[in-house]
């Protein structure tokens, strides 16, 4: 499928990898592009139109796949992730609860709202952003990690029943990306562009999957080995 002439949906889209997505969409064609942002309010990417969504917010979800009915390519990239003591620490279950809400039933609550309107379009397709911390966790990350492994679930089975009305999706898998989600963080990262430059190569070629970097790839290699990534990352070994 190819973005030009298209029409994007972009959630997370006030800065990061999702204003990426959505400037490279218009960049390559796309005949109109929605930035879904909290607030509206000082957004200014000329060209883009922002719509206010809450993706932990069912009506606000709601109103803005009503306002926006002719998307036929949604891209659900809005996710958080915060820094633990580790899996035994008090706040645990909370803490993943939360990141779950936006991180998993977020891509659900898109998904939801967005389907019928993909289907009468043509079917179209939807992306979701995920991460190489999918296929491996740490203590300081660990609800974080467990978001985005339920996220990588749910995406496996949108995929399956997506397919009955012609619509693609694709999952994009990817290690640290320079973005304000990551800083403090001293590791190589890459630019928020290249993850939506690959996600929409991938598309267009038809990819069901896609993994943006050197090190996800490498990850993602290991988990049918007997020593898989997971149980001696390096902080670990």
């Known amino acids: 499928m190819n973005i030009a002439g298209s029409v994007v949906f972009v959630t997370g889209a006030n800065r990061g990898i999702g204003l990426a997505f959505a400037k490279l969409a218009l960049a390559k064609g796309a005949s109109k592009v929605y930035a879904g942002v909290r607030n509206v309010e000082g957004f200014n990417a000329s060209g883009i139109i922002p719509v206010q969504i809450d993706v932990t917010d069912e009506a606000s979800v709601a109103a803005a796949a ?34 779950m809400d936006t991180n998993t039933f977020g891509i659900v609550r898109t998904g ?21 911390v999918t296929w491996f966790s740490l203590p300081t990350i660990a609800a974080y990690a467990a978001s985005k492994a339920a996220a990588w679930s749910v995406t496996n089975a949108l995929r ?40 929409y190569e991938g598309l267009e070629e038809g990819a069901l999957e896609v ?10 290699t290991t988990l049918s080995q007997t020593e898989a990534f997971y149980f001696n990352p390096p902080q670990f070994a």
């Open 66 to 99: 009503k306002l926006c009915q002719d998307t036929n390519v949604l891209i659900n990239n809005a996710g958080i992730g915060i820094v633990q003591d580790g899996v035994l620490a008090s706040n645990m279950i909370e803490l993943s609860r939360h990141l």
């Open 112 to 132: 939801q709202a967005f389907a019928p309107i993909l289907a009468a379009n043509g079917g179209g397709a939807v992306i979701n952003v995920l991460s190489d």
């Open 160 to 199: 399956l029943e997506l397919r009955a009305q012609q619509t693609h999706v694709l999952a994009v898998h990817v290690g640290f990306v320079d973005t304000d989600l990551t800083q403090g963080f001293d590791v190589p990262k890459i630019e928020a562009h290249e993850v939506a430059r690959a996600a």
């Open 211 to 220: 993994l943006v970097d050197e090190g996800t790839q490498f990850i993602k």
